[in-house]
C-alpha cells in the first residue's frame, strides 16, 4: 500500500418516538407529532455519524465521552456534541473524506429535508456538502421502526491521515 493511510468508522443509533419531543435528524427540525426521546437532545442521526467518527479514529465512543449519566449533557445539543467529536479527531491527525448515512423512520417523509440535513451536518463537520451523502429508507411497516415507535440511523465515516 501506498503512504496514504484511511480509516473506517461505523455508527448506529436508535430512539424511540414519542409525543412531546421534536424530532431532531441531522440537526434539523422536522415538524412531525412525535419526536425523539433522549438524555440529549435525541438527534439520532448525529449519534450516529459522532460513533462512527470516533470508531474510525479509535477514540471510544459518544457514551464515553458525553455520558448520559453527566448532567452536562442533558438535553445537549447534538450538533454540538459532533463538532467537538470532529475537533478530537482532527487533532489526532485525522481529515474527513466522506460520509454516508441512513435514517430509517417510517414516516414523516424525509427526503423534503435531506438536503437541508446534509447543509447542516457538513458545517457542524467543517467539510463540504458534497462529502455527506444522507438517504432515507421505510422498514415496510416491520418492527419498532415500522409501526412508527422508533427512528434509526446509520452510519459510515471514512477519514484519512494528515501527518
Ligand atoms: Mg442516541
Known sequence: MSGRELRIG???DVHRLVEGRRLLLGGVDIPFERGELGHSDG????HAITDALLGAAALGDIGSHFPPSDARWKDADSLALLAEA???VSACGWRIVNLDCTVCIERPRLRPHVDAIRERVSDALGIEADRVSVKAKTYEG???VGS???VEARA???IDRTR
Open 10 to 12: 461505523e455508527g448506529w
Open 43 to 46: 438527534d439520532a442521526l448525529l
Open 86 to 88: 470532529a475537533a478530537l
Open 142 to 144: 416491520l418492527g419498532p
Open 148 to 150: 412508527g415507535e422508533a
Open 156 to 158: 459510515v465515516v471514512l
